[in-house]
């Protein structure tokens, strides 16, 4: 099994584990019981690359969560908080409050609402990458490469798959239109 958690500051891509939908699961059922107590309703996605059957991904379990338009959104960071996850803000993409667990990282969270532009793109590149094999192992082959250019500098590695990322969403709209 691979070991969940990656170190402040290091980019570290490892091989796919059969362990991280269970992780996923089981960290949903805690989110969901702290939610349900503070009567509040939020939809969970497993999300990133850890969501894809196969895929080599950094050790961090990546978990999007939605609210609906008019829902108390305080409260779900409230409820987040408490429940030991660090509240980031925004983190430069409008709409979407970051959060992390663990020292080392072993989750991350983005709020949106359900079926904002941030919800829309994180679940069309998760099916695309999920539908096609092979543009999901030209991804693994991008961020090995990457992590090994880039293994001290999280922004580095992120810039890199910024293209990849921009044109797997133009052909995965493109297909939906065709």
Do not use: C
Not at 112 to 119: A, E, G, K, L, Y
Request: charged share 25%; aromatic share 10%; hydrophobic share 45%.
């Amino acid at each position: 099994m691979t070991e969940l958690g990656l170190e402040p500051g290091r980019v570290r891509v490892v091989p796919y584990s059969d362990a991280w939908p269970a992780l996923y699961e089981a960290e949903i059922a805690r989110l969901i019981a702290l939610l349900n107590a503070a009567g509040v309703t939020v939809v969970f996605e497993h999300t990133g690359s850890t969501a894809v059957r196969g895929l080599a991904a950094k050790p961090i379990i990546d978990i999007l969560a939605g609210f609906a338009s008019g829902d108390d959104r305080t409260t779900v960071i409230d409820v987040l908080q408490r429940a030991g996850y660090v509240h980031r803000g925004e983190q430069g993409i409008p709409g979407r409050d970051f959060f992390r667990l663990g020292e080392p990282r072993r989750y991350h969270l983005h709020l949106t609402m359900i079926d904002s532009h941030f919800w829309r793109e994180q679940h069309d590149f998760r099916e695309w990458l999920r539908a096609h094999g092979e543009t999901a192992a030209e991804y693994a082959t991008l961020k090995y490469a990457l992590a090994e250019q880039f293994p001290m500098d999280r922004e580095a590695y992120m810039a890199g798959k910024a293209r990849f990322i921009q044109d797997v969403l133009r052909t995965a709209r493109a297909s939906r239109q065709a």
